[in-house]
């Protein structure tokens, strides 16, 4: 169960735009993998929706997202668009166990890039080939 006790989604999957909201949700993932399939939503009133099933003209103010059964044996992966950023705490429930984690943002006023390393490395059969890593600091908009 994943859910904010103090942000909201944008309504699925039509936004209202008479209400505020502080994020907008773009995915559920298991490594590479969408689990919009087999995602659920459900509302203020305890309705539940299967995301698969709704149309553009639906437009549901969702309180929690819920996958019954969840397993993953890769990195999961909750993508949202915060529209208010630096506001919204995230809660996730698995097993009779939470963790809630922040969105934290900052208004930077230098912009520096510490480190651009590219290289390749042999991981048992893998290779893994041209990586670039970069380490921003500060930076409020970048663009290669």
């Not at 995602?39 to 639906?58: A, K, M, S, W």
């Not at 996958?67 to 809660?91: F, P, R, V, W």
């Not at 890593?133 to 970048?142: K, P």
Request: some cysteine.
């Amino acid at each position: 169960m994943i859910s904010s006790p103090n942000a909201g989604w944008t309504e699925f999957l039509t936004d209202n735009a008479d209400t505020f909201d502080e994020m907008k949700f773009l995915d559920i993932k298991c490594g590479e993998n969408s689990l919009k399939d087999q995602l659920r939503l459900i509302d203020f009133e305890n309705n539940t929706y299967n995301y698969n099933e709704l149309t553009e003209q639906d437009s549901i103010d969702v309180q929690k997202l819920f996958i019954q059964d969840y397993s993953c044996n890769e990195t999961g992966y909750l993508s949202d668009y915060m529209i208010k950023a630096g506001y919204a705490t995230i809660m996730f429930e698995y097993s009779n166990q939470n963790m809630t984690v922040r969105d934290y943002a900052h208004d930077p006023i230098a912009c520096v890039i510490k480190k651009v390393q590219m290289f390749q490395q042999h991981v048992g059969d893998w290779i893994l080939d041209y990586i670039t890593i970069l380490e921003v600091n500060g930076c409020s908009e970048l663009s290669f």
